[in-house]
Structure formats: structure tokens, C-alpha cells
Nanobody, 114 residues
């Protein structure tokens, strides 16, 4: 079945960096666009970044543009989110998702705090 396993979260100081990874399985990974979402406490889940199946086109929420970079490795069925210049408002649980499937992983917690 379709599965996503996110990793790489943790506690980081403001201005720091993290790289999130997502291992996808159970479907033809290279055929589908992928996205990263996040959900902060008391808030709705929001779209952070998307990438096309080839990796040739990416899009970002205005709040992370210029700081986050989404990428993928189709040979490894992996999608990544490089997060730089982190802010306290980036604190959330981060999830990856294939655009065509309503399936979510367990997410990975990112906490930005001094």
C-alpha cells in the first residue's frame, strides 16, 4: 500500500537549518508530483512546497519562499525538504504526500526555539 515515512525533524535554534527526508513506497513514485505540508498546533494543515514528477518545477508557499528547497531522487523514491533560516513560526509537524493520493505518513516534528 501507499506509504510515506518522514524523518529528519528535531529541535533547532532560530536561523538554523534542517533537512527533512521522506521515503515513499507502494506506488510508481516517479510518475507523481509530491508535496510537503505542515501543521502547527491549533492550525490547519498547510501546503509548504510542491515538486513535479521530473523535479523540473517547484512551487512554495510565500512564507517559506527563498528559505526552503524541495527536491527528489526518483531512483531512491525519496523526497527532501531543505529548510534554512528557520523561524519560530516554522514549528510544526511536517508531512510529505503524493499529490494523487489521500494518504499521510506519521510526520516529523520540527521545533524552532532558542
Amino acid at each position: 500500500q501507499v506509504q510515506f515515512v518522514e524523518s529528519g525533524g528535531g529541535l533547532v535554534q532560530p536561523g538554523g537549518s534542517l533537512r527533512l527526508s521522506c521515503a515513499a513506497s507502494g506506488f510508481g513514485f516517479s510518475v507523481y508530483g509530491m508535496s510537503w505540508y505542515r501543521q502547527a498546533p491549533g492550525r490547519e494543515r498547510e501546503l509548504v512546497a510542491t515538486i513535479t514528477r521530473s523535479g523540473g518545477t517547484t512551487n512554495y508557499a510565500d512564507s517559506v519562499k527563498g528559505r526552503f528547497t524541495i527536491s527528489r531522487d526518483n531512483a531512491k523514491n525519496m523526497v527532501y525538504l531543505q529548510m534554512n533560516s528557520l523561524k519560530s513560526e516554522d514549528t510544526a509537524v511536517y508531512y510529505c504526500k503524493a499529490n494523487a493520493f489521500q494518504v499521510w505518513g506519521q510526520g516529523t516534528q520540527v521545533t524552532v526555539s532558542s
